[in-house]
């Protein structure tokens, strides 16, 4: 575990972030930063609590999953669970579009 897992994430973290609008972009550039890690860890938990309550309208389940992806840039933990699950979402959604292009006439 360690580097390896932190440069995974990493990468991923930059192709989403790369197909992003820049203004959102600019913003998870910020939050990605070493030095916001005192705003990326309370609105890791924050967004996980949230989640929760994901029966109400605005909170919801889409939290959950960025909560835990905020909180895998500082807690080495979550880095390779999280990794794994973002390679895998990549496979399914790229399999997905395939699929979804191949029905078009």
Request: charged fraction near 20%; charge should be neutral.
């Given at each position: 575990m360690g580097d390896k897992d932190q440069q995974r994430l990493?990468?991923?973290?930059?192709?989403f972030q790369d197909k992003l609008p820049e203004r959102v972009a600019g913003w998870l550039?910020?939050?990605?930063?070493?030095?916001s890690r005192a705003v990326r860890i309370p609105a890791?938990?924050?967004?996980?609590?949230?989640?929760?309550?994901?029966f109400l309208p605005i909170l919801g389940l889409w939290m959950l999953p960025l909560g835990i992806l905020l909180l895998a840039i500082?807690?080495?933990l979550l880095q390779r669970p999280t990794g794994r699950v973002l390679v895998r979402g990549r496979l399914l959604w790229s399999k997905w579009r395939r699929r979804s292009a191949q029905k078009r006439p």
């Open positions: 990493d990468r991923h973290l930059d192709g550039s910020w939050l990605r930063r070493p030095a890791g938990f924050l967004l996980i609590a949230g989640g929760v309550f994901g500082d807690v080495p």
